[in-house]
């Protein structure tokens, strides 16, 4: 059984350097760095994010606790209190993701803007990832854009069955079946994204309603959009950022439409967050977040491409 | 057979997938930043060979395939069947022409190749990387050509046809990549 980490010295050395610019990047425009729990009472409903759950043990024994999928409620429940602009760096586990790309524990930078919209923290984002990569050129892609520059398809307008053909035609994708999100996220990861990895650093915004997870849903050109964002480089997905729902009710309203579906795809529902409905209620000012993964930024920064080459320890390894 | 899922999915990993037996062998997770997570697996079809890539969700599974690989000895051809042996336990198996396939133009009575039996019965047959076989007709040898490049086709006893040099000769045995279906060199008796 193989003892040694799996990243070299030098990463370990790269690894440090870089969360040293982070917190000098945030330091300097007066960002707050703070700390939440990794162990939270509730967690989260969408359903394509399952946490892992940590059920042994007296302090548990009344109700299991949810290692964080990522600080976002807790960091909310902050800003609701009046913390102003705050970042944190800090470990975030998603249960059944591992590959080349991912590990069911990883380190995410999320910071939050009052004040900011989407956009303004886009500029941001490319701020800080060109602190830590060097400078070079950016642009930013609406979700329709992408998918007619580089399939050809409005994902907008295209009805199921289209966006199934367009994925049928060019992969066996045996008997998969879902619904209008599930073939846009099918192409998305096998067309979409390889078109992605010429395209240097990109920044899409403006997702399908249906996609927008915490983000404000707003109407442009005649159709619904979540204000949400991805940024890309050369491919890799590294962030993913919101300009914030504010609204209590319509995020209690996402929640349990998030576990009507989790129960018709036969999953378990999952308990709502009430603190951060609370939090909503009391009044999140208006704000942008975002996520950004740090293993991978690390990846970027030293030309590695299998994240367990850059984590002294992978899943594997721990 | 226990079943296997996404994330169980490793390389060499054998599985049932539309009736036949495959080998994984890489998988690949992808997810979109929010929304489905896939795994794009390539697969041998084990039966047919035939190497491609299908697209699972993530999390869904298949039925492990009984498949194994065993070290056989080659016994004989009795016309219809390959005959093997497993030296251990003196078990014969009867491979047919479809589990063969190409194969048979590298198999000499007693070399060790090494037989995948599916539910029990051979499915197909792999032979050593590299063998030696006589020849049983090429064109006259060109005494003293051993310098000089060019080469000429030669039958050996399996059947096989190899690109052999312009010196040797009919009766000789060579060494053959059974990879690659090339020359390696002359074995001397």
Redesign the interface.
Known sequence: MPWQPGAGLDQLRARAGLLATLRRFFDERGVLEVETPLLCSAGIT?P?IEPLIVGEGRSVAAAPRYLQTSPEYAMKRLLAAGSGPIYQIARAFRD???????NPEFSLLEWYRPGFDHHALMDEVAALVCACLGQRPWRKLSYRALFVDSIGIDPFSASSAQLETQARAA????D?A?DR??W???L???QV?PWLAGQGLCFVYDYPAT?A?LSRIVTVDGVAVGQ?F?LYIDGV?LA?GYCELTDASEQRARFIADNERRRALGQAPRPIDERLLAALDAGLPACSGVALGVDRLLMLATGETDIRRVLAFDWERS | MANYST?EFRSGLKVMLDGDPCSILE????????????N?VRLRNLATGRV????????DSLEGADVMDRDMQYLYNDGEFWHFMEPGTFEQFQADAKAVGDSHLWLKEQDECVVTLYNGSPLSVTPPNFVELEIVETDPGLKGDTAQGGSKPATLVTGAVVKVPLFITTGEVVRVDTRTGEYQNRVSK
């Open positions: 969408d394509a059944g993701e591992a590959g080349a790309r991912h992969h066996d994708l045996g998969l879902g999100d599930f846009l996220d099918v998305l990861t096998h994204e996609q997870a949400r991805e997905e993913n | 994330n998988n690949e997770f992808v997810k979109p930043g929010k929304g489905q997570a896939f794009r491609w890539e299908r697209t699972f969700k993530s999390g």
